[in-house]
């Protein structure tokens, strides 16, 4: 399992990535319907990993991710989203809530095991 530094490291050269290839994109993103719905799920894997960057950020120096991690990555990813076409925002914050449901769902499904051995060592 990756640490939360790697991890972090990872998740901010994702998103530079992917922002710059949307923006070198951007004509053709926002060229037809499909292809500006796309460009809002693009902006959601922006959302996705600006939320991996700044948990493992808050990780290391110790402190709880809570929903102010989660306004920040997406009012960023929004904006990025903006940059190509109206739409693509409200594209965007639909996938980044599904995303965010999805991530959460794997969450409780990763901690719930480990409180129940705590649960049962005493």
């Given at each position: 399992?990756?640490?939360?530094?790697?991890s972090?490291?990872?998740?901010?050269?994702l998103?530079?990535?992917v922002?710059?290839?949307?923006?070198?994109?951007?004509?053709?993103?926002?060229?037809?319907?499909?292809?500006t719905?796309f460009?809002?799920?693009?902006?959601?894997?922006?959302?996705?990993?600006?939320?991996?960057?700044?948990?493992?950020?808050?990780?290391?120096?110790?402190?709880?991710?809570?929903?102010?991690?989660?306004?920040?990555?997406?009012?960023?990813?929004?904006?990025?989203?903006?940059?190509?076409?109206r739409?693509?925002?409200?594209?965007?914050?639909?996938?980044?809530?599904?995303?965010?449901?999805?991530?959460n769902?794997l969450?409780?499904?990763?901690?719930?095991?480990?409180?129940e051995?705590?649960?049962?060592?005493?």
């Amino acid at each position: 399992m990756a640490g939360s530094g790697s991890s972090m490291i990872c998740s901010i050269l994702l998103c530079i990535i992917v922002l710059s290839l949307q923006q070198m994109y951007r004509p053709k993103l926002a060229s037809s319907e499909l292809f500006t719905i796309f460009g809002g799920f693009i902006s959601s894997l922006i959302f996705l990993s600006l939320l991996t960057f700044i948990g493992n950020l808050q990780e290391t120096y110790g402190q709880k991710t809570g929903w102010g991690a989660v306004i920040l990555a997406e009012c960023l990813a929004l904006v990025a989203a903006s940059t190509v076409h109206r739409v693509c925002i409200s594209t965007c914050f639909l996938f980044s809530m599904a995303l965010l449901y999805e991530v959460n769902k794997l969450s409780l499904r990763m901690v719930a095991p480990k409180n129940e051995s705590k649960i049962r060592k005493h």
